[in-house]
């Protein structure tokens, strides 16, 4: 048996970068730009201005009587001068007129009939200086992560309109088993609904790839081989689910030995043992267990980081907390378990209590999880009182 480190390595080692495209700034969300590190050309802001609505001042002729002399409101591109003994009426984001060296907010001064009364202001008080957010010729880190409001915000107001981004690599889904139907069809005895197809698309898409429409494969070597060729021709990915075990039903590890090369593992941990991994045509090809719960936690596991470092992303994106396991959860004594827990602050920190049934086959406490409590190998349980790591589900990519 692996480890999972020892698996994710195997997997990650074959990961290349996908090619990029340019696009503009309205399409790049949930994009991941090709360079997180940027020059930049400008000043940010260009020019020195007022953060408040009030009077530009010489903060030397402060406290005092000024004359008001004028008006700049924000675009204004002609600017009074503040000479000795006069102020300017500004508004926030105005550029600073020549002369003036501060802003006197207009909540603290007295103007009447042309003569402004300002108590004392301090030189740069209430001025935003140019470039004092970003100065050009600086090199400017983004967050290594998929573009969100917060970093085009930033591209934007360096005045980069379009940027240079990775094509999310395209991952083939394939659902095989003689018993699965689509969701909402109609159901024959024997037969279940393929969730795993649907769900891989979505984690996928949540991972930052982009995921072709789920396939279904019944168990028969020569529909699984026709599928696995075809993604091949057409994917960056593919990842099955079903059909990796050691049944006599299971084709999708003879069809991808045969069509290319192929490894199975036994990884060390639950929910989620058998994992095979492999290529056709140099496209790596992933086989799940078919079991949902297992098929989804070994996804994060092992296909949200591989997808992620084609995008020339770090790790998986998650993050992981301590939290107090507040009841004994059982567990494979042999194999590091990743329970399904739900997360609140109490008394002892952040406390993990289950979030429904922890066997394989119960889906439904997998989607009400906050977290997967995280309880290595060599423990028969999660003990009551006891800090684990918590891998956090959440979206944070
Ligand atoms: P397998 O890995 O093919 O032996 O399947 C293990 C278990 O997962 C069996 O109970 C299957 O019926 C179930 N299963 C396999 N594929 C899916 C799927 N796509 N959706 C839901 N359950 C599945
Ligand atoms: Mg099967």
Redesign the pocket.
């Given at each position: 048996m692996r480890s999972v480190e020892e698996a994710l390595e195997a997997v990650l080692a074959v990961a290349r970068p996908t090619g990029t495209e340019r696009l503009p700034l309205d399409r790049c969300r949930g994009r991941v730009l090709a360079e997180h590190r940027l020059t930049v050309a400008v000043d940010v802001p260009p020019f020195a201005n007022s953060s408040m609505d009030g009077f530009a001042v010489r903060a030397a002729d402060t406290p005092g009587e000024l004359r008001l002399a004028g008006e700049v409101a924000a675009g204004a591109g002609l600017l009074t001068d503040v000479a000795p003994g006069t102020t300017v009426r500004i508004m926030t984001g105005a550029p600073m007129p020549p002369g003036a060296d501060a802003v006197a907010p207009l909540e603290i001064v007295d103007e009447r009939d042309g003569a402004v009364r300002v108590p004392a202001v301090e030189s740069g008080a209430s001025v935003r200086a140019q470039g004092h957010d970003t100065r050009a010729g600086d090199p400017v880190a983004l967050p290594e992560a998929p573009l969100g409001a917060n970093a085009i915000a930033v591209l934007a107001s360096l005045g980069i309109g379009q940027v240079e981004v990775r094509r999310p690599p395209r991952v083939a889904i394939l659902s095989?088993?003689?018993?699965l139907r689509a969701p909402g069809e109609p159901l024959e005895p024997g037969q279940i609904h393929d969730a795993n197809g649907v769900a891989l698309a979505a984690a996928v898409e949540e991972a930052g790839g982009e995921a072709t429409p789920p396939v279904r494969a019944p168990?028969d070597p020569v529909q699984i081989e026709a599928v696995v060729r075809s993604a091949a021709a057409r994917a960056d990915l593919l990842v099955a689910s079903?059909?990796v075990?050691v049944?006599r039903?299971?084709h999708v590890r003879d069809v991808i030995e045969r069509l290319g090369s192929l490894d199975f593992w036994r990884i060390r941990m639950q929910p989620g043992k058998p994992l095979a991994f492999g290529s056709v045509n140099g496209v790596p090809v992933m086989g799940l267990p078919?079991n949902p719960v297992s098929a989804l936690v070994t996804f994060e596991l092992f296909a949200r980081p591989l997808i992620r470092r084609m995008l020339g992303l770090p790790g998986s994106g998650r993050v992981t907390l301590p939290a107090v396991a507040c009841e004994r959860m059982g567990k494979d004594p042999d194999r590091r378990a990743y329970l399904r827990v739900r997360l609140s602050r109490g008394p002892q920190g952040l406390e993990a209590r289950p979030a429904g049934g922890q066997q394989s086959s119960q889906l439904r406490p997998l989607a009400l999880a906050d977290a997967l409590l995280i309880v290595p190998e060599g423990e028969p349980a999660a003990e009551a009182g006891r800090t684990y790591d918590a891998l956090l589900l959440g979206q944070t990519a």
């Open positions: 095989t088993g003689d018993e168990d079903g059909g075990s049944g039903h299971d078919g």
